[in-house]
T-cell receptor, first 115, second 111 residues
Framework: AQKITQTQPGMFVQEKEAVTLDCTYDTSDPSYGLFWYKQPSSGEMIFLIYQGSYDQQNATEGRYSLNFQKARKSANLVISASQLGDSAMYFC????????????FGDGTTLTVKP | EAQVTQNPRYLITVTGKKLTVTCSQNMNHEYMSWYRQDPGLGLRQIYYSMNVEVTDKGDVPEGYKVSRKEKRNFPLILESPSPNQTSLYFC??????????FGQGTRLTVV
């Protein structure tokens, strides 16, 4: 069964600094996708970044990058040059390609950016 | 514009009174899902659908029903709501290799 673990319920970072949000996963499927979503206080879910299990390079999207370590089953989100607007809840999620309808989310990490 | 539309956004109801939360998408996506979000528990998948007339249970299906008669619509039905179903509900859609697109959420309170 697929499982996502986010061990940091809350994180603080100083504005303009980088921060890493941890995510580990468990699956027996060799083909899967990993996703990060942001949920600001307004409640909507915003897609940030995607990493496929067979992707050779770590995914990057602007200030977001994914530190993918397949052997360790970790997919940490790195946010560079934090901004006040980055304060939000962040969710890591996984979808196995053999059953692409099924998705599992972690419990989330609340990030607070300090001015 | 790509959209996932949930209705209603807010709903207060009484125990046992059947209700339906609608979800509609205009992206022609095969996959649709319902999640509930509770504090400290992240998003938990209730049901999902791989295509028309194909649905399957997620992690917390008890007390919920769904149907997928058309590709664009995926309603969530609570036949006899109970207070433990008070939650924030999200509908989401995705293609075969895309991220999930979420609706705005429905905040349900069952008293």
């Amino acid at each position: 069964a697929q499982k996502i673990t986010q061990t940091q319920p809350g994180m603080f970072v100083q504005e303009k600094e980088a921060v890493t949000l941890d995510c580990t996963y468990d699956t027996s499927d060799p083909s899967y996708g990993l996703f990060w979503y942001k949920q600001p206080s307004s409640g909507e879910m915003i897609f940030l970044i995607y990493q496929g299990s067979y992707d050779q390079q770590n995914a990057t999207e602007g200030r977001y990058s994914l530190n993918f370590q397949k052997a360790r089953k970790s997919a940490n989100l790195v946010i560079s040059a934090s901004q006040l607007g980055d304060s939000a809840m962040y969710f890591c999620a996984m979808r196995e390609n053999t059953n692409a309808g099924k998705s599992t989310f972690g419990d989330g990490t609340t990030l607070t950016v300090k001015p | 514009e790509a959209q996932v539309t949930q209705n209603p956004r807010y709903l207060i109801t009484v125990t046992g009174k059947k209700l339906t939360v609608t979800c509609s998408q205009n992206m022609n996506h095969e996959y649709m899902s319902w999640y509930r979000q509770d504090p400290g528990l992240g998003l938990r998948q209730i049901y999902y659908s791989m295509n028309v007339e194909v649905t399957d249970k997620g992690d917390v299906p008890e007390g919920y029903k769904v149907s997928r008669k058309e590709k664009r619509n995926f309603p969530l039905i609570l036949e006899s709501p109970s207070p433990n179903q008070t939650s924030l509900y999200f509908c989401a859609t995705s293609g075969s290799n895309t991220e999930a697109f979420f609706g705005q959420g429905t905040r349900l309170t069952v008293v």
